[in-house]
């Protein structure tokens, strides 16, 4: 292109920019920049945290119990939205909540969930859950599924960061993991099931950090949906996933003793990991209500979709069909931290045929 014709090119676009400010009024190419948009991230509890509702007092953080995660907090460090993969995604929704555009419209339209059922305390089961066939603890537990062999009740407590680990015998790649727990308060964590997983460390010598490879289960303390995360390599984790088959609200354990169960039974199309909640009156003996509240179907699609280029996630290992990762470590963890009066009784873990495998 000429120097003339730069001049030419030049004078147009001047003309249409003055054009255009006769009509709506000067600064109108500033005044009009793209929509700032929702991140579909993020995970507010019921009621929130109390924080400060005002955008100008946020800022983005690093979380404390996943430090790849990052949230946001207000300026005095309480907690305005939590579970973020990236410190711009968190950043991104700050910007949000301070523009103009903030009508609760996320950037792209996210997969229909299903409509979840208040919490309520029935004194009967809502739903029997499935595969089929029946066990029995020591304790009374019953669970839905046949045992393949006995149930093991060894349970090595970690007592930290204001709660605890559970830590448990590995029952192979399909089991059932059962547990019932208290607490006197809620600090917004999770009771979570940490299953077909080997000795956490963060050591990468002879690639020691991807024993901690497993599925990470979420069951808020103060009740609420579930989820469900991949961790590979230790400590990094993808975002909740989003093609889960089913899930409903938990009930809130503060003050009520709450059975958890999760079950993982390996089938042909991939590894099927569902939870349960046992919703009777837990005090002095298992009421046996369980309510399926998750289930979720590892067929490997939906872990390849998901963007590893962030946090270091390497997920290569998903689904996970042996223990090979684990270099002998295998175990399956009951976790929950920063929980006040947490207490725990009827823990077993047992094995359990898989499913046409």
Not at 13 to 29: M, R
Not at 68 to 89: H, M, R
Not at 161 to 181: H, K, Q
Not at 274 to 284: A, L
Request: charged share 25%.
């Amino acid at each position: 292109m000429s120097e003339n014709e730069i001049k030419i090119l030049q004078a147009q676009v001047k003309g249409l920019k003055d054009f255009l400010e006769l009509i709506y009024g000067p600064n109108i190419l500033d005044d009009h920049e793209p929509p700032t948009v929702k991140p579909a991230e993020g995970f507010i509890k019921e009621g929130g945290w109390g924080a400060n509702q005002d955008p100008d007092t946020w800022k983005p953080v690093k979380m404390k119990k996943f430090p790849n995660l990052w949230k946001v907090v207000d300026d005095k460090g309480i907690n305005v939205i939590t579970d973020f993969t990236s410190e711009k995604t968190a950043q991104a929704y700050i910007d949000w909540s301070k523009s103009s555009d903030n009508d609760d419209q996320t950037g792209e339209p996210e997969e229909p969930e299903p409509e979840p059922q208040k919490p309520t305390e029935p004194t009967k089961p809502t739903e029997q859950p499935g595969p089929g066939g029946k066990s029995t603890t020591k304790d009374g537990v019953i669970v839905p599924v046949e045992i393949s062999g006995p149930f093991v009740y060894k349970v090595t407590e970690d007592w930290r960061d204001g709660g605890a680990r559970f830590n448990m015998p590995s029952a192979g790649t399909s089991l059932v993991l059962v547990g019932y727990f208290t607490a006197t308060g809620d600090s917004g964590d999770e009771i979570s099931p940490k299953t077909l997983m080997g000795r956490h460390t963060d050591n990468k010598g002879n690639n020691e950090h991807y024993m901690g490879c497993g599925y990470d289960g979420g069951i808020r303390v103060g009740g609420g949906l579930p989820r469900l995360r991949l961790e590979g390599p230790h400590n990094k984790y993808s975002s909740a996933v989003k093609k889960f088959l089913n899930r409903k609200e938990a009930l809130s354990m503060v003050g009520k003793w709450r059975g958890y169960m999760a079950i993982v039974q390996q089938e042909t199309k991939g590894v099927r990991i569902s939870f349960f909640q046992d919703v009777g009156d837990n005090e002095t003996k298992p009421a046996n209500e369980w309510v399926k509240i998750y289930e979720y179907l590892d067929d490997g699609v939906e872990s390849k979709q998901i963007d590893q280029s962030d946090n270091s996630l390497d997920l290569k290992f998903f689904p996970i069909r042996s223990l090979d990762h684990t270099k002998g470590t295998a175990q399956n963890v009951w976790r929950c931290d920063a929980t006040p009066g947490l207490k725990q009784k009827w823990l077993a873990v047992a094995p359990i045929l898989g499913k046409n495998a």
